[in-house]
């Protein structure tokens, strides 16, 4: 992401949107306020409109989302996830998610969602064949110069379906694989060998014990 000269880049952190339709709920699963508080024409009022207002308030130059964008045993179909894509490429703002421990859920498969986060135009996600979705990196440069990278990694956990489950790297269990150590602590080094005064910050959903 470039940022002008002389700007001081503002970064917006979101987290946990949690888009759910509580018409894909399984039965007895919400109690009958609940199935009417998250019905699929409620996601205005109970969440867009919010983070409408933050970022019309800090006109970021970039988005980060933490984690657990729907709720993925409400979005078995997948319309939450395209309706919350849908959404912010309105802003036409480079955005930039991970995942949390709720969106393999879904019966349509991790590797659907990462493609559509992938083929949004705007958004920078980039699935990597390391333990977990997602695993990448956004840079932010100033007057031609690396000034910050954001290790955006998939900290893992919750109850992927059988469809997210059989890519082979979604996980039940919670943390950082070793593979996912290996690649950022490898390409951290590499990048401080070339820009020694980088500033290096990480993104996961779960907090990690280590960090």
């Not at 007895?28 to 207002?53: P, V």
Request: one cysteine or more.
């Amino acid at each position: 992401v470039e940022i002008s000269k002389g700007r001081t880049p503002v970064i917006l952190q979101l987290s946990d949107p949690q888009m759910l339709d509580s018409s894909q709920a399984v039965p007895g699963r919400l109690s009958d306020g609940e199935d009417t508080y998250w019905a699929r024409d409620k996601k205005e009022e109970r969440c867009f409109k919010y983070i409408r207002e933050i970022i019309d308030n800090t006109r970021p130059d970039l988005i980060l989302i933490a984690g657990d964008i729907v709720y993925g045993e409400f979005d078995h179909d997948g319309s939450g996830l395209l309706s919350f894509i849908e959404f912010m490429e309105g802003f036409n703002i480079p955005w930039a998610p991970v995942l949390g421990n709720h969106e393999t859920e879904s019966k349509m498969g991790v590797d659907w969602q990462c493609e559509q986060l992938e083929n949004a135009r705007n958004c920078l996600f980039k699935q990597r064949t390391l333990t977990g979705n997602g695993n990448y990196t956004v840079g932010i440069k100033q007057d031609g110069k690396l000034i910050r990278v954001f290790y955006m990694v998939d900290s893992n956990s919750g109850s992927p379906s059988e469809k997210s489950i059989a890519n082979g790297h979604s996980q039940h269990k919670t943390g950082f694989g070793a593979d996912q150590i290996e690649w950022f602590t490898g390409d951290i080094k590499s990048i401080r060998n070339k820009n020694p005064h980088v500033n290096i910050s990480f993104m996961f959903h779960i907090p990690i014990h280590a960090f």
